[in-house]
Each structure stands twice: as structure tokens, then as C-alpha cells.
């Protein structure tokens, strides 16, 4: 069975690295390019609620669409060179928005690729749709601190001097455009790898953005918010206070929690839960390390104390996570 490529981002904790390279550290990010869609209006393509940790993605290549939702989401409307990620793997529906029937689509494998065509005579759609994979237990980070919808206009960068972000993306692009029409050797596992880096790319770009979505993007994007993000990723095991975090920001206590509440929804010390139990859960993967020695390394003091919080973030305990994906791999290796 052909497998999604596999991007780890592990980096050094006692190194001073910004707070996106920490993040993508802490999780391993799988890549699937899985169709290209060429179709004439009327289309629909109609995608379920996806599996735990899956996040598709789709790429305008040349055309528009129009992105739906069943949450009473306002409609997306999408043009050449936008690229969506539904970061919650929600349902979604993705047309033409011409109201007519659309035409059946039929699929057809192509090396490396599946194709996905129709015999609509309206305006063309050329659009590259996959998944981003995340392992349990960061796909739970991911649809906390990240918008349900994540949408980015690389066509916003061509002459806008908006940042390099969006015209690395348009080179991406460009790349996977490529190897999508073409039967190179090894182009399926070039494809797959380039859409695990469209997702460290795609949330460079957001931060980049004069519309940055809400969440960490959008505190990455504030300057005077971001010290207290940057300071939660480079050093999680600090004792921070509230009042150190704050005066980081230059502003009050109570400014710094209306801050991260109106833009995050959570409070400084719920994100610093979060990069805690999420580089906790990697230290428990790792053979012979103690839950003492883990606990000790993501700032708590007390063993009990790291239990709990552990145990009330994941809904089970260390010992029980640890068991977990020791069972894993002997469930993939039998399957």
C-alpha cells in the first residue's frame, strides 16, 4: 500500500528558535497529495467529516470555486492560486456556484496520481486536493489553536512585496503543478513530501498576512503579543507568572488575558498547558525515560501534579499514553 511521506521537524530545546520551527518540532507531519481535479462547469466535489488528525487541503491551480460548509459558514469564494485547509477536518463541499446540477465526475489513475475529470463545458477548474496528517496527540493542538479554516491568496504576494512567504509558496505550487502532470520516477513520494512542506509554508504566509486568521497566527502577527508566544515555545518548562508574561508584552495583566482570550479564545497559561502535555506526550514515546524525568523536563516539579494535569488534558494517564503507542506500531505492523 503507498504511504504518505513523513516530515519530522525535531529541533533543539536549548537552542533559541522561533515559536513556528517550535511547533513543528513538536509534531510529525504526514503529506498526501490524493487528486486533481479538472473539470468543467457545473462540478461539486463533496468531502465527509475526515478521520482524527487528517486535514485536507485544496490548491486553485487555474479557475474558481466555492467553498461550503454545513456549520452556516459564510461561503469561501476561491481563485487561482488559493490554497484552503480545513485545519478541523470538517465536512465541506467545494462547487462551481453556478446553482446548476452538476455534471458526474469520473476518476482515472494516472502514475502516481488519481485524475478526476467531468464533461461539463463551463468555465474550467484545475485544482490539487490532498490531506495533512498529524499523529495523535498534536491534531488536538492543531484544531485548538488553529482556525477551522485557513485560506491563503499567494496571488496577494506577486508584486506586493507582502512578504517572501507567499512567493515561496507560488514556487511551491509551481513544483507540485509540475509533478502532477508529469510521470517522473519517484514523483509520487515528491509530491507527498511537498504537501507536508505546504503546511509549515501555508502557516509561515498566514502570519505574514494583513488578515492573519484567528489563533496563534494571529498572535504571531501582533507585536506586542508575540514576545509572550515566543517566550511559552522557547522556554515551557520556565516557571512563568503572569506578570512576567505581561511585562514581556508591555501591558497589564489583565490587558495580556483579554488579549489572548479575544484572539486565541484561551488564556497565556491554557497555551502553556498545551506545549507542556504535547512535548510530554514525545518524551513518553522515548524508551527507558521515566515519568519523573518528564515531568521534571516540561516544568513540574511534582510527579502527581504532572499526572494530573496530564491526565485531565488527555483524558489518560502517562503510564496508560506511554502503553499506547508502544501497541500502536504493533497494530500497523499486523495491519
Known amino acids: 500500500m503507498l504511504k504518505s511521506f513523513i516530515v519530522s521537524f525535531e529541533v533543539n ?119 495533512i496528517i498529524l499523529a495523535p496527540p498534536h491534531d488536538r493542538f492543531v484544531r485548538s489553536y488553529l482556525p477551522s479554516r485557513l485560506v491563503v491568496r499567494t496571488s496577494a504576494g506577486k508584486g506586493s512585496g507582502q512578504g517572501a512567504a507567499l512567493e515561496q509558496l507560488n514556487g511551491l505550487v509551481a513544483l507540485m503543478r509540475t509533478e502532477s502532470i508529469a510521470d517522473n520516477l519517484g514523483g509520487y513520494a515528491m509530491m507527498n513530501a511537498l504537501s507536508a512542506a505546504l503546511f509549515a509554508l501555508a502557516l509561515r504566509a498566514s502570519t505574514e498576512s494583513d488578515e492573519a486568521p484567528a489563533g496563534l497566527l494571529t498572535l504571531a502577527g501582533h507585536a506586542r503579543l508575540s514576545p509572550a508566544l ?57 524508551p527507558g525515560v521515566s515519568t519523573e524525568v518528564v515531568a521534571e523536563t516540561v516544568g513540574y516539579q511534582s510527579v502527581a501534579a504532572f499526572r494530573r494535569a496530564f491526565t485531565q488534558h488527555f483524558g489518560m494517564t502517562p503510564a496508560d499514553w506511554r502503553r499506547s503507542q508502544v501497541e500502536a506500531p504493533q497494530t500497523e505492523a499486523a495491519g
Open 230 to 286: 515566543t517566550a511559552i515555545f522557547n522556554e515551557p518548562a520556565r516557571d512563568w507568572t503572569l506578570p512576567e508574561l505581561a511585562s514581556l508584552c508591555s501591558m497589564s495583566r489583565a490587558t495580556l488575558i483579554r488579549q489572548f482570550q479575544s484572539k486565541v479564545g484561551r488564556s497565556p497559561f491554557d497555551l502553556l498547558t498545551s506545549v507542556r502535555m504535547a512535548l510530554a506526550a514525545n518524551e513518553l514515546k522515548r
Open 13 to 131: 530545546m536549548s537552542m533559541s528558535i522561533d515559536w513556528l520551527s517550535r511547533l513543528l518540532g513538536m509534531m510529525t507531519v504526514r503529506g498526501r497529495l490524493e487528486l486533481r481535479c479538472s473539470y468543467g462547469a457545473p462540478w461539486e466535489v463533496i468531502y465527509a467529516d475526515s478521520d482524527a488528525g487528517e486535514m485536507p487541503y485544496h490548491i486553485v491551480l487555474g479557475g474558481s470555486a466555492v467553498l461550503e460548509t454545513p456549520d452556516g459558514g459564510q461561503p469561501q469564494h476561491l481563485s487561482a492560486g488559493d490554497i484552503v485547509m480545513l485545519a478541523h477536518g470538517s465536512a465541506h463541499t467545494l462547487r462551481d456556484g453556478s446553482g446548476a446540477r452538476p455534471k458526474p465526475a469520473r476518476q482515472r489513475a494516472a502514475l502516481n496520481l488519481v485524475i478526476s475529470e467531468n464533461k461539463g463545458t463551463g468555465e474550467r477548474l484545475d485544482m490539487l486536493c490532498g490531506r
